[in-house]
């Protein structure tokens, strides 16, 4: 175990919806990140948070959105949903610096599914 | 920017052989390198990782190697037991950056 929370673990929401997902980071760890893996493909980048701040962001509309606490537990909302939003998100937690690649440590994903 | 791809989608061993996932990457100014396990229903677990200024690590059971000549990495498990059964992604991170780029994942299958 990683010691990577998501909640919750499965949602089912309708096309045009909010929804907020939850992850909290592994004891230590001051960066989070968030992936979408669709089915039967790798991980997307979605956005990375180092101390509250955004530090990048992959190729993801402004709908997707997200922030970081300071205990660094972190959300991802995603806005307007549609049907191709359906995926696993993962969040990975990491102990960063500026500069520094380090090792980053996945919980076990919340299932999306949009109708 | 950076794709990653792995060769084989689907790979069948025999229980107790070894097994060899390779993968390839296109930046040539990545310099880190993970490979990740994924069960199914769960997220990725980190298996091994390797830096640019090495060609080989080793874990328990596992080995990577690093080319960066032809920009190929692989993961080496020796004697492949079923619990081995998952996809397997490897990911490539440029340093100083903050993501990492996934491969597609090639499907592991121990058979008995």
């Known amino acids: 175990e990683t010691g990577v929370t998501q909640s919750p673990t499965h949602l089912i929401k309708t096309r045009g919806q909010q929804v907020t997902l939850r992850c909290s980071s592994q004891s230590g760890h001051n960066t989070v990140s968030w992936y979408q893996q669709a089915l039967g493909q790798g991980p997307q980048f979605i956005f990375q948070y180092y101390r509250e701040e955004e530090n990048g962001r992959g190729n993801f509309p402004p709908r997707f959105s997200g922030l970081q606490f300071p205990n660094y537990s972190s959300e991802l909302n995603v806005n307007a949903l549609e049907l191709d939003d359906s995926a696993l998100y993962l969040c990975?937690?990491?102990?960063?610096?500026?500069?520094?690649?380090?090792?980053?440590?996945f919980g076990p994903g919340t299932r999306l599914l949009v109708l | 920017g950076e794709s990653v791809g792995l060769h084989l989608p689907t790979l069948s061993v025999q229980e107790g052989d070894n097994s060899i996932i390779n993968c390839a990457y296109s930046n040539s100014a990545s310099d880190y390198f993970i490979w990740y396990k994924q069960e199914s229903g769960k997220g990725p677990q980190f298996i091994i990782d390797?830096?640019?200024?090495?060609d080989k690590r080793q874990g328990q059971r596992v080995t990577v190697l690093l080319n960066k000549t032809v920009k190929h990495l692989s993961l080496q498990i020796a004697a492949t037991q079923p619990g081995d059964s998952a996809v397997y992604f490897c990911a490539a991170q440029k340093g100083g950056g903050n993501k990492l780029t996934f491969g597609t994942g090639t499907q592991l299958k121990v058979e008995l």
């Open positions: 990975a937690s990491s102990l960063g610096s500026p500069g520094r690649v380090e090792t980053q440590y």
């Open positions: 390797i830096r640019s200024n090495m």
